[in-house]
């Protein structure tokens, strides 16, 4: 992923924060990732940690229309995903997709209540709402809306040794082509 697009990525996102009345924290930690796949606009997601703690951590996120987070599970957080502004569709498997279908049902969280979920399924959820996954549910999410405000609210994170795709291709950190001069550093940047 080339460094100019993080830069815009980080110019864009950063406007539709400001413009849908979240404030950035002083020094907000920017992580901007393409999962290594090289197709930003496909693949990707804008993140800012806001609380990083030993018992939970805070994030807020943008994604645009289709941009999708990848088929992922985490083996230790469980995580709230929130939908804050826009329309956020997030598919949702029982176990890993890459070894094939299931027609599996799992109990879920959606907005506090406990509801029946089919593995492979989707939910749509409005500005307001949630879902709840715990540790082993593979989940992938991309806005229906032309832009979309998504927080976290979870356990502990450790991006580094807690995310799993199905896509074994799949790096949790872009790989950067310096072809400009960084507006942030980010937390992948060394
Ligand atoms: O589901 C998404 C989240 O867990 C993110 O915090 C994670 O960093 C995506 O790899």
Known sequence: MKRSEINQAILRSGLFFINNGWAMPPKPKWDVTDFGLGEFSKFGLILINLAEEAEYCEKLMYAAKDQTTPAHTHK???????????????????????????????????????????SGGTINLKAGERVTITPGIWHEFYPTSEE???????????????????????????????DETPIV?????K
């Not at 356990?155 to 291709?169: I, Q, S």
């Not at 550093?185 to 940047?189: A, F, I, V």
Request: aromatic content about 8%; proline content about 1%.
């Open 148 to 178: 979309c405000i998504i927080g976290e609210v979870s356990t502990a994170n450790d991006d580094l040794n807690d995310n799993f795709f199905a896509d074994k291709n799949i790096g949790r950190y872009a790989e950067i082509v310096e």
């Open 76 to 118: 230790k957080k469980k995580e709230d995903i929130i939908c804050r502004t826009g329309e956020l569709t997030i598919r949702l498997w029982a176990k890993n997709p890459a070894d094939g279908e299931t027609d599996e049902t799992f109990q879920m969280k959606v907005n506090g209540h406990f509801q029946t979920i089919q």
């Open 185 to 189: 550093k980010l937390l992948s940047d």
